[in-house]
């Protein structure tokens, strides 16, 4: 009568035919439930990746609107076009009676120097300008947050934060 093989008859047969299989020499163990979960693992680590680069690529887009200009149909729900009625402060404007709050740019208060020097650079950068301004939906206060480029392309902001007047909002 023939001897029944043992567990570890059949994991020994096992290992050599996984051997045979691959080509490799010696013992190779492979767990069948990793195997089997290796496509559902993949998959949900694909899609966190995914969430965290659409993630960072919106908000890259909503605090750097003057390098990587505004998302159409994504983050800019409303486009004006116009000339400047009113300079508030050097980070506040108003374009067609709309108010609109640079969302990326913090100057000083108007009541300050450095304040009233942002202002006044604003007044003089927008007079007699037609500007794009894309709002992306958000409000502060009775203002829409938005972004504005002159006649030439060049994001107000951008301008402002080169020329030392303010800073990035964060």
Not at 113 to 142: I, K, P, V, W
Request: charged share 30%; with cysteine; glycine share 12%.
């Amino acid at each position: 009568m023939t001897q029944r093989p043992t567990r570890d008859d059949w994991n020994r047969m096992k290992a050599e035919r996984l051997a045979k299989a691959s080509g490799a020499s010696g013992r190779v163990f492979r767990n069948r439930r990793s195997r089997e979960t290796d496509f559902g693992s993949m998959f949900l680590r694909g899609l966190i990746i995914a969430g965290f680069l659409g993630f960072g690529v919106f908000e890259a887009t909503e605090r750097f609107p003057e390098y990587l200009g505004p998302v159409v149909g994504a983050t800019s729900l409303r486009t004006i076009e116009g000339r400047v009625s009113h300079v508030r402060d050097g980070d506040t404007i108003e374009v067609e009676g709309v108010p609109i709050r640079f969302g990326s740019l913090d100057c000083a208060e108007r009541d300050t120097q450095e304040g009233q020097r942002a202002t006044a650079r604003m007044r003089s950068l927008t007079s007699g300008e037609t500007l794009t301004c894309h709002l992306n939906g958000r409000s502060s206060y009775d203002r829409k947050i938005g972004s504005c480029r002159l006649t030439n392309g060049r994001d107000l902001a951008a301008v402002m934060m080169a020329e030392g007047h303010c800073h990035r909002f964060w």
